[in-house]
């Protein structure tokens, strides 16, 4: 595609239920990372895929968070049993391949209310 | 351990006059530096980078940062700020080594008419 595409771009839900967000990224990039931006603050890293390599997993907050990519392309972030402080934006970022110049493109975002 | 500083929550500039963004960083190999700014309901987009080379660097939107190796800044400029210009910015960084990229708590700039 022409962008990275998130969705829903919205979700609101209730406390201890499980969601899933979804990232597509640019056709071809094979790096693919997620973040969490509270509202206000800055980035958090949560993980990132590169090609067929295991993930980096080390930014997840807690085992209730998990996410996979498959075919090398779409990836989606889960979050177990969901709690207040877990409302946030998530924000999604693919780039050609890892290497120290390459340029992260993001999505607009998917943002989390918990109730 | 790379990490980012920006050491301003807060920037305020009149419309007109120069601004400056401030960003510090730390890396244990050579650094790739960005900026990136994020308006309202937005994701992150790209301004410009530091690879090598010049040491001033010019993006987009008439924006550039200069590299400081001695003092590992990265500074965001421009010389006659738009009050559309006002938004988030997040200077970010990655090593030879990461596969990561940091990026710092975020600037906010406002640019009053």
């Known amino acids: 595609g022409a962008g990275v595409s998130q969705s829903p771009s919205n979700k609101v839900t209730e406390k201890g239920k499980d969601v899933e967000l979804r990232c597509d990224p640019i056709s071809g990039h094979t790096a693919l990372y997620w973040y969490r931006q509270s509202l206000g603050q800055g980035l958090e890293f949560l993980i990132y895929f590169q090609g067929n390599s295991a993930p980096d997993k080390s930014g997840l907050p807690s085992d209730r968070f998990s996410a996979e990519r498959t075919g090398g392309s779409v990836s989606t972030l889960t979050i177990q049993r969901t709690q207040q402080e877990d409302s946030a934006v998530y924000l999604c970022?693919?780039?050609?391949?890892?290497?120290?110049?390459?340029?992260?493109?993001f999505g607009a975002g998917s943002r989390l209310t918990v109730l | 351990a790379q990490s980012v500083a920006q050491p301003e929550d807060q920037v305020n500039v009149a419309e007109g006059n120069p601004l400056t963004v401030k960003c510090t960083y730390s890396?244990?190999?050579?650094?790739?530096l960005f900026w990136y700014v994020q308006y309202p309901n937005r994701g992150l987009q790209f301004l410009l980078k530091y690879i090598t080379g010049d040491n001033l660097v010019k993006g987009s939107y008439g924006f550039e940062a200069e590299f400081n190796k001695s003092q590992t800044s990265f500074h965001l400029k421009k010389p006659s700020a738009l009050v559309s210009d006002s938004a988030l910015y997040f200077c970010?960084?990655?090593?030879?080594?990461?596969?990561?990229?940091?990026f710092g708590p975020g600037t906010r700039l406002s640019v009053l008419p």
């Open positions: 970022a693919s780039s050609l391949w890892v290497s120290g110049a390459n340029v992260l493109t």
């Open positions: 970010a960084v990655r090593d030879d080594y990461g596969q990561n990229f940091v």
């Open positions: 890396v244990s190999g050579n650094p790739y």
